[in-house]
């Protein structure tokens, strides 16, 4: 399933170390909670420290004494910082893969773009340079992109439903107790005022939260992809049907200086690397100061073997 994506290598590792994090952090709660306060069995204990991981909180049970509010003051700090890291660090890595692919993709469009761009442009009586190649409108609408990711996520958003459903139906809880159970917790707003009072169905939560929890970031990273993507989109065809002016070609004749109206190879493949999104302007600036520097004789060339040590740190034998 395209929602539920394999994990690489790297994820994987993340992955086995949150959680381990959890585990540990969930052994910790139940152990303390569970020999501090006697009116709590271990299931009890298990519950309140899911539900200050989650940061769900339904304040069904709480801390009784001074003394155990002074431990679960930093046991909720450590719970946020460590739940942060976990959900949050898994959304931000999913988006981030998804703006390198989209990256990417930019990067190489550009590139073959620009190149037949100016093997079909032609010059109007203005002096710009219209295309007689447009970019193509036959991509997705975003609306469109955005209802059917959203449509894919569906069936495990209606499969949240379900364990409220059962537990319910042992807590005495109507259909509409059960769905608003389900948004108060996938949201994490938590009111407390419905949260399952029996030890069974107290032990299925322990279980449901995170997996809820997941869902709901899975499908926001889900929908801000497709957004972003959009958005890269719609900068590229603005970039890409802009006009091509006289001051974007004289950006390239850098050695002619004014009135020169010749372009050289070396000045044509800079504006096409800067052009193409290679690059940057601030690149090949610094790139120029930096032979002037090395060229002190200015002999208006560098050796190679001087070059490859001055950029590996080893000699080159020739």
């Known amino acids: 399933s395209p929602f539920l994506m394999p994990f690489d290598a790297s994820s994987r590792q993340t992955m086995y170390i949150s959680i381990t994090a959890f585990l540990v952090y969930l052994f910790i709660g139940t152990l303390t909670y569970t020999l501090w306060i006697p009116s709590w069995n271990v299931v009890d204990s298990m519950y309140f420290t899911v539900a200050t991981f989650t940061t769900v909180g339904y304040g069904d049970i709480v801390p009784m004494n001074d003394g155990q509010r002074a431990f679960t003051l930093f046991f909720v700090i450590l719970g946020t910082f460590l739940a942060a890291g976990i959900f949050f660090g898994y959304l931000f890595h999913h988006m981030y893969n998804s703006f390198e692919e989209i990256s990417k993709e930019a990067k190489a469009m550009t590139s073959d773009y620009f190149i037949n761009r100016l093997d079909h442009a032609q010059p109007d009586e203005g002096g710009n340079v219209s295309m007689i190649m447009m970019v193509q409108q036959d991509e997705e609408p975003f609306w469109t992109e955005l209802c059917r990711t959203f449509t ?32 108060a917790t996938a949201t994490t707003v938590g009111y407390g005022d419905i949260a399952p009072k029996n030890t069974w169905m107290r032990l299925i939560a322990v279980f449901y939260l995170p997996i809820c929890i997941y869902v709901m970031a899975r499908t926001f990273a889900k929908l801000t992809a497709v957004y972003l993507r959009h958005k890269a989109r719609a900068a590229e065809q603005e970039y890409f049907n802009r006009n091509l002016t006289e001051a974007d070609l004289e950006q390239m004749d850098v050695e002619g ?29 610094k790139m120029e100061e930096l032979y002037q520097r090395l060229d002190a004789d200015s002999e208006g060339a560098l050796k190679v073997e001087d070059l490859f040590t001055m950029a590996y740190g080893e000699i080159k034998e020739l």
């Open 152 to 183: 894919k996520t569906v069936p495990l958003l209606c499969a949240l439903i379900v364990p409220p459903l059962i537990m319910g139906y042992y807590e005495d809880w109507n259909v509409l107790s059960s769905f608003y159970y389900t948004v």
């Open 257 to 285: 200086g004014p009135g020169s109206e010749s372009v050289g190879y070396d000045e044509f493949l800079v504006f096409m690397l800067v052009a193409m999104g290679k690059v940057s302007p601030e690149d090949i600036q």
